[in-house]
């Protein structure tokens, strides 16, 4: 189901619904809020629709805002505003994202923060309707569950990127219920956990799994992260034992198969947004390819077939990789062969989320968006053990060294590099901490998001060899988009904008 929003940002009022496909779904003709929430199946289309913020959004592809939340800004702005990436794109809008340059006008972050609020204005709709649908109680939870975890999600994401925010909590009808305020960042973070626990206890582990669908362990593994930002390490650390120890999850032997499109959903992967682009009806890839891959490869009907290059690897990047980690073979791109033999080399591109046997030609990829992983909970344990105890314990030594140890696989054997840490500070091992990350999920959507937490961005930004930058420190934080505050008079501006 496609909700269609009128207005901006917070002014998404007056709601319509048309047609709708999500996953195996039948799209319904037309859909009005006159007709519609009267049976489970509407239950259903209505939580399937929010769905669609994630991927591709509800705009046409040749319009403005065409693309969801996960279908590239996500995982780019967190590269491009750290010392990982540098952005080629002509856009100023980008470009300046790289540079530390971007003001309050920033078209870029003008519709991430539009689409974090239609998403939540979306979710807000099944939390506040399907619960009068009369049907079978554990399906209606369940329905009720997925849409606040996604709306938990999606103010985690504009909590970290805004700071004080809008907390909007029920439908929206009237267009003066979307002019309000922003409301303190604690009081974003206790709707976040309250969502977050509620989901926890009432997904169910027989309806609707899978299929980019929150699973309890899920809500549990994304409370360590929130717990961790807010700086409540006990509770972060609890929540990342739970998961840890659960035992639903394990390291992938070899990081080159944590994406691979037959692995999706299975192994160290708790939740993951589920595109489809050559699977489904429609237009629904994400765009690992088109944006990371580098271009000009494609010839004879073979190599990366609509690929650009936009965002690039710092050299300091690449180069802060032992030779023999796993995670660079896999991370980064420097040559292709084609069938006749011939070779082209050039500098490193990011290939990781290439799945070369299943997608040869890299064109539209069915790649999942990895939102949480196990190596992710796992590092997040032993951040959160350190803060608590001033400095590292064994556990907290097990966890790092397991995901070094997987790094030490190069495919066939464990090679003798990377080696077990031990014996550091509290600030080494912090430090130690921030590098792992770094190796571990280029391209993610965590570089800056840990840059901010430990302190690091203007540092890390100064010394990563990206030319034009200007990081400040109140870039720890994005402007409130320009266009918003001359639509909601009552919306303040971040420090520095």
């Keep these: 189901m496609k909700i269609k929003l009128f207005g901006t940002g917070l002014l998404w009022m007056l709601l319509v619904f048309t047609a709708c496909d999500f ?127 996604i709306r938990a999600m999606m103010y985690f994401e504009a ?30 973070y206790s709707a976040i956990i309250a969502d977050l626990e509620w989901s926890r206890d009432h997904l169910s582990d027989s309806y609707r799994v899978g299929m980019g669908r929150p699973v309890p362990m899920a809500c549990t593994a994304l409370l360590s992260k929130v717990y961790l930002e807010m700086g409540e390490y006990e509770l972060s650390a609890g929540a990342a034992e739970t998961v840890i120890e659960s035992d639903e999850y394990s390291l992938f032997q070899d990081f080159a198969d944590i994406f691979k499109l037959s692995n999706a959903n299975s192994g160290e992967i708790i939740f993951a947004v589920n595109y489809s682009g050559t699977l489904s009806q429609g237009f629904k890839p994400n765009q690992y390819h088109v944006r990371l891959l580098p271009p000009n490869l494609d010839k004879n009907g073979e190599g990366p077939e609509n690929a650009f290059g936009w965002e690039r690897p710092t050299d300091e990047l690449y180069d802060s990789f032992d030779p023999q980690d796993r995670r660079k073979d896999v991370t980064f791109i420097t040559s292709y062969t084609y069938s006749d033999g011939s ?10 989320f290439w799945d070369q046997e299943a997608e040869s030609r890299a064109n539209n990829t069915d790649s999942d968006v990895i939102y949480l992983r196990l190596a992710d909970i796992m590092l997040i344990y032993a951040e959160a053990l350190n803060e608590i105890n001033s400095g590292p314990t064994q556990e907290a030594y097990d966890m790092i060294n397991e995901v070094r140890r997987r790094a030490r696989f190069n495919g066939v054997v464990e090679q003798d590099i990377l080696p077990d840490l031990t014996g550091l500070s509290y600030d080494e091992f912090r430090e130690a901490l921030l590098q792992e990350r770094q190796w571990e999920f280029v391209m993610e959507g965590q570089r800056y998001h840990d840059l901010v ?42 420090t520095g904008y």
């Design 23 to 149: 996953l195996d779904e039948t799209p319904e003709s037309v859909i009005n809020s006159a007709n519609f929430y009267q049976t489970e199946s509407d239950a259903v289309a209505a939580t399937n629709a929010i769905y669609e913020y994630l991927t591709v959004g509800t705009e046409g592809i040749f319009e403005r805002g065409f693309g969801g939340i996960f279908f590239n800004d996500y995982w780019v702005f967190k590269d491009i505003m750290s010392d990982n990436c540098l952005e080629t794109i002509s856009s100023q809008d980008y470009r300046t994202l790289s540079e530390f340059t971007f003001t309050a006008e920033n078209e870029r972050i003008e519709l991430y923060w539009q689409d974090l609020y239609k998403t939540i204005s979306a979710a807000n709709i099944v939390i506040n309707r399907v619960p009068e649908i009369e049907m079978n109680a554990m399906r209606r939870d369940h329905l009720v569950a997925e849409a606040r975890f």
């Design 343 to 352: 070779t082209e080399t050039f500098e490193p591109y990011i290939g990781k």
């Design 159 to 188: 909590v970290r990127l805004f700071g004080d925010a809008p907390l909007i909590l029920d439908e929206t009808v009237e267009l003066e219920e979307a002019i309000v305020a922003r409301s303190p960042a604690d009081d974003i």
């Design 453 to 494: 937490r430990m302190g690091k961005l203007v540092e890390a930004v100064e010394n990563s060899g990206k030319l034009n930058v200007n990081p400040q420190p109140f870039h720890s934080l994005l402007p409130i988009p320009q266009r918003e505050r001359g639509l909601n008079p009552k919306l303040t501006q971040n």
